[in-house]
């Protein structure tokens, strides 16, 4: 299994910005679809964007269409979040999932697809 580590959380006024990071380990990274979920207290982990192994297809939550854009860097192991124009409801912690495959982003939804995790990334969003 991959190894996980997020980080670029924090705490941003509604309206700001953030890129979160997920550095992967190992040499096989560019065969896993990376995903991006998020879980607020007292709620069910979420699915927030997702991309393919390749880069070609992303996915996103309705959501957050239009303001987070997932990304990938193959030779870095790393995938990223670019969040903007926050809203308070963005208010989670944010993990990074990974699962070797070459389905579809859209394909890759549940926290059920996913089987490496990591140990998530604080963001609030004050209003």
């Known amino acids: 299994q991959v190894q996980l580590v997020e980080s670029g959380g924090g705490l941003v006024q509604a309206g700001g910005s953030l890129r979160l990071s997920c550095a992967a380990s190992?040499?096989?990274?560019?065969?896993?679809?990376m995903g991006w979920f998020r879980q607020a207290p007292g709620k069910e982990r979420e699915f927030v964007a997702a991309?393919?192994?390749?880069?070609?297809?992303?996915y996103y939550a309705d959501s957050v269409k239009g303001r987070f854009t997932i990304s990938r860097d193959n030779a870095k192991n790393t995938v990223y979040l670019g969040m903007n124009s926050l809203k308070p409801e963005d208010t989670a912690v944010y993990y990074c999932?990974?699962?070797?495959?070459?389905?579809?982003?859209?394909?890759?939804?549940?926290?059920?697809?996913?089987?490496?995790w990591g140990q998530g990334t604080q963001v609030t969003v004050s209003s």
């Open positions: 999932a990974a699962e070797r495959s070459r389905a579809a982003a859209a394909s890759m939804t549940s926290t059920t697809d996913f089987h490496s």
């Open positions: 190992g040499r096989t990274f560019s065969t896993y679809a």
């Open positions: 991309i393919s192994w390749s880069g070609g297809s992303t």
